[in-house]
Every structure is written in structure tokens, then in C-alpha cells.
């Protein structure tokens, strides 16, 4: 256990880092943020004579204990392992009644000392949910204060920061679980029927992938939050975008390695009125989870290739406003800049967003009609390792595909025309 814990110490802590950058940027850039405390501890009382901070061994023990206890589903032992008192107990219990709902398929309790404060641990479930990528996902955690009591730890105060405290399942007030078409729904009790529509749309949803030939049944996280409110408690910060509806993000787990799938986020009332676009919405946030692999070992993850790539399975869109675009004397959004722009929504209008997304696709579906999913593969790695200037996307682009990049360009201008 001690040497996990070394390992885990600061990652429990820094987990928590930057989702909302990577929601809007939709790829991860991989910039961690410290940890905020929101919350100050309480006022020092006098401690009883007997009392003292609890030690990193006597939380290992408790741990120890939660674990064999939560993967037994008895809140008895949960309770005797994790004694506690006041709002410290209604927060371990509100712990257990989250994690244990979940299908996870391995679990176990974390402890980990927060630097710089004696007695004060993340307390974390980490483990594998419904066989979904990773198998270090943390599930939920909290910040405790912890005493030693006869030589046993005691949780005294719960010191959780506000942005970690309703994050991720901690968000819904009883959450469910719907597994269905290698999705696995999570949603609050209260909106169960649409968690089962969601899932039921995972269906069509898969179909589409078939288009770039993503063909696992690696399940996928999805949160189905009622408001936004419950949206931006679970990710534990404001996205900083308003216009955000339905994005992915990737999972909060111990190691730094990249996961292999991301989750996705939906908010649902953003559906009412759209349950037909359900299969597609839900066949773009696939493909980002399953594509980011195709990211990991680039220089740059172009967020115009990620939303090409989603936006082309997804389908169903009139390409009439780039038609216009590429019309006209001076292009709103040209491709080699939007290729270059760390994120398509900050700073620019819903009209120059979608501009974008048909730019992607349309580069994509180029690609994949006048070469073949291989080559295509091999062009994201190109553009992805160049340096994005016009002589790297030339070099990336006579290396992938064999034509410069100025041909490239008027080829797919031509392919444009010919798009619904
Ligand atoms: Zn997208």
C-alpha cells in the first residue's frame, strides 16, 4: 500500500485539474492546475487529550477496511470503518450511498495525506466502472480531517473543496445507472427514462461509426445531467462556455497516462424537441471517445481534425454555409487558420463555430472518398506531428497522401460542391 500511495499522493489531489479546458478544447492539452481550497478548515478547537491527527498507516487501515466493506455493499461496516460524527458522517455516508450504486467492476478506497496538513486526506473510490476505460477512474472523493481515536482513524470534519465536492456521480442526488449498447447512462433516479432513451440511441449511434471503421464495444461513460447546474457541479468548474450542450471530456483517474476512451457529457433538456438528432449527437461524442487515441502521441491534436472527425459520422448537415464560404471574396474562417486554432468556439460566433465543424468534416469525408480510412489515419498523424504552419501542412500532406498542400485544398473545394 505505501508504495501506491506515494505513487497516488499528488494525483488524487491534482485530478481535479482543468476539465473545463478540456471540454471546450474537446482534446486534451494537459495542463494541471493546483488545487483550490474553497473552504477553510474549521476554527482549531481545543483537542481532547486523547486526540490526535490521525497517521498515514491508520488511514491505510481504515481504507482497508471501507474497501472489503463497499465491495460487500454492508453501510455498517462502511460506518464502522469510517466512524465519524456530524457532517463529516453524513458525508462518508453519502459516499458510500453514491459508489455503491455503481457498476463497478473493481473497486477500492484511497487514502492519501494532503501535503502541508497533518491529520487532512483525500479519501477517494478509485477503480474500474462497468468494464469502461480506465481501471483507475476515480469514482468519487472527499477531503477529510481525521483523528486518532484508541489507535484507530476517526474522520472529524469533511474539508472537501466546493469545486471536488459535487463532482462527477457526487452530482446527482441518487444516481442510476443504465448499461445498454456499450453505453453505460448515469443519470439522477428522477430522469431514469431518459437515461434509457440515451442508451436505447447508443443503437443507431454505433452504426454511424462504422464510417471510420471504429467497430469496439469498449463501453463508454455517459453523464446525463437534468441542469446545468448538476452539469457544472460534476465537472467540478464552469465549462466557460454557455453554448456547451453535449461534450467529452476525459475520465479523472490516478495515473497521468492518457486514457484510451473519454466520457461524454450530456445535457439533457438541451434534447427535448431533437430525440431524432439523439443517435447522431451521441455518434459525435463516440467518435471522440474512441478517437483520441489517434491523438496521443502527436505534437499537436488540432481540435478541426477532432471535430471533423465527430462531425462526419455524426452526418445529417448541410454544407451550403461553407459553399458560401469558400464563394466568397474572403473566407471567414480559413482552413489552414482553423487548423491552427487551439480551440473553435472561444471568442467566435455559433455561425463561425459551425463554419469550422463543416471545414473538418468535409476534410475528412475528402479524404476518405478520394483515398481510404488508412490514409486518413495517416493525414491526422501528419497534420497532428507538423508544426501547422503552410510549409508543415505541405510536407504533412505530400507524406500522407502524396499531394501538395495546395492541391489538396482545390481538390477538396471541388469535393465541397458535391456535398449535400
Ligand atoms: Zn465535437
Redesign the pocket.
Known amino acids: 500500500m505505501a508504495q501506491g500511495s506515494r505513487k497516488t499522493r499528488q494525483l488524487l489531489v491534482l485530478g481535479a485539474a482543468v476539465l473545463a479546458a478540456a471540454v471546450v478544447a474537446?482534446v486534451v492539452v494537459g495542463v494541471v492546475l493546483p488545487l483550490r481550497s474553497t473552504e477553510k478548515p474549521p476554527a482549531a478547537a481545543a483537542p481532547e487529550a486523547r486526540e490526535r491527527a490521525a497517521t498515514a498507516s491508520e488511514m491505510d487501515a481504515a481504507a482497508a477496511r471501507a474497501t472489503q466493506a463497499l465491495r460487500a455493499h454492508d453501510a455498517g461496516a462502511w460506518a464502522a470503518a469510517l466512524p465519524a460524527s456530524g457532517r463529516a458522517r453524513r458525508s462518508v455516508t453519502a459516499l458510500f450511498e453514491h459508489v455503491a450504486r455503481l457498476p463497478w467492476t473493481t473497486v477500492r478506497i484511497v487514502a492519501e495525506p494532503v501535503d502541508g496538513h497533518p491529520g487532512r486526506f483525500f479519501l477517494g473510490a478509485v477503480g474500474e466502472l462497468a468494464g469502461a476505460d480506465p481501471p483507475d477512474r476515480i469514482m468519487a472523493r472527499r477531503v477529510y480531517d481525521a483523528v486518532a481515536r484508541a489507535g484507530r482513524a476517526a474522520l472529524r470534519a469533511d474539508v472537501t473543496p466546493r469545486d471536488i465536492r459535487g463532482q462527477q456521480i457526487m452530482a446527482f442526488r441518487a444516481p442510476v445507472v443504465v448499461r445498454r449498447n456499450g453505453l453505460v447512462v448515469i443519470a439522477d433516479k428522477a430522469e431514469q427514462a431518459a437515461a434509457e432513451e440515451l442508451a436505447r440511441a447508443g443503437g443507431p449511434a454505433r452504426d454511424r461509426l462504422k464510417l471510420l471503421g471504429l467497430t469496439s464495444r469498449k463501453p463508454v461513460v455517459v453523464y446525463c445531467y437534468a441542469s446545468r447546474a448538476e452539469m457544472r457541479r460534476s465537472l467540478g468548474e464552469d465549462p466557460g462556455e454557455e453554448r456547451v450542450r453535449?461534450?467529452?471530456h476525459p475520465p479523472i483517474h490516478l495515473e497521468k497516462t492518457p486514457t484510451w476512451t473519454r466520457d461524454v457529457g450530456v445535457l439533457g433538456p438541451a434534447l427535448a424537441g431533437k430525440e431524432a438528432w439523439t443517435p447522431q449527437m451521441l455518434a459525435?461524442?463516440l467518435?471522440?471517445a474512441y478517437t483520441t487515441s489517434w491523438f496521443v502521441d502527436e505534437k499537436h491534436a488540432p481540435t478541426l481534425l477532432?471535430?471533423g472527425l465527430?462531425?462526419a459520422v455524426e452526418g445529417g448537415r448541410s454544407f451550403q454555409p461553407l459553399r458560401d464560404d469558400l464563394a466568397a471574396a474572403t473566407s471567414r474562417f480559413p482552413l489552414e487558420k482553423a487548423l491552427r486554432a487551439r480551440s473553435l468556439w472561444k471568442g467566435n460566433a455559433i455561425g463561425k463555430v459551425r463554419l469550422a465543424?463543416l471545414e473538418g468534416a468535409s476534410l475528412v469525408l475528402y479524404v476518405l472518398d478520394h483515398w481510404n480510412l488508412r490514409h486518413l489515419k495517416a493525414f491526422v498523424r501528419a497534420v497532428g506531428d507538423s508544426d501547422l504552419t503552410r510549409k508543415g501542412l505541405d510536407a504533412a500532406a505530400r507524406d500522407s497522401l502524396g499531394v501538395r498542400w495546395h492541391a489538396l485544398r482545390a481538390g477538396w473545394t471541388s469535393f465541397v460542391q458535391t456535398l449535400p
Open positions: 474537446l453535449f461534450f467529452s459525435h461524442e467518435t471522440h477532432a471535430e465527430a462531425t465543424y
